[in-house]
């Protein structure tokens, strides 16, 4: 693993391409942290700007151990007894660093929250502080007892019931109301099903999915 090294510049992409010739790879190669920024005009004792950074080449190594300590470091704070485990890590080729880590609880539950509030939580808190720190390039996904894999397929199942009911009924159907993620997984369920079609209604950040018999499609309109 290419250690970090720091680089000072009049701004960040000015000291992200010293980084870029010390280490000699391109700029996009490389992932940093914001050390220091220092209007130097503003305390008189220069012109312009100071931006001092720590930059390294981008590996999923060292977005994972990041990512799992800082998840550690939540459950710790919260008085949580957990084990977390990096399950995988890969570069994939939009240059976007995916981690996937586990957490090992006590199998109660607790960890996944109401339809996996919880668990979108310690997943939201994780990828701000990680990607604050290695700029916006990496993809962090929590889960903990197989959580995802079943809420998915449960949703899948779920969402095959409703639509023979709607297509039985003629009558379109509701969903309660989901998760942006949960909303995706009901839609991509169907979509190559020619009898009916699905939509999202509501405001904020859960809404329902309504899925529409084609009879009724002129009707309800045909907007995912």
Known sequence: MTDAIEKEGKSVENALEKASSDLGVAK?????????????????????????????????ETVAETAKKTLST????????????????????????HIFLEIIGDGSGLLIGKHGATLDAFQHLVNKITNRKFSGNCNIHVDTENYRKKREENLTQLA??????????????SLVPLSAKDRKTVHMALKEDKEIQTKSTGTGLLKRVVIIPSKNLSSQGTSN
């Open 74 to 97: 939540i459950l710790e704070l919260m008085g949580v007894e957990a084990v977390v485990e990096v399950k995988e890590k890969m570069l994939m080729e939009d240059d976007i660093i």
């Open 28 to 60: 996009e190669e490389l992932i940093y942290e914001v050390l220091e920024e220092t209007d130097r005009s503003f305390i008189g004792i220069g012109m312009g700007k100071k931006v001092k950074i720590r930059a390294m080449v981008k590996n999923p």
């Open 160 to 173: 095959m019931r409703l639509s023979e009911k709607a297509k039985k009924t003629r009558k379109p159907v």
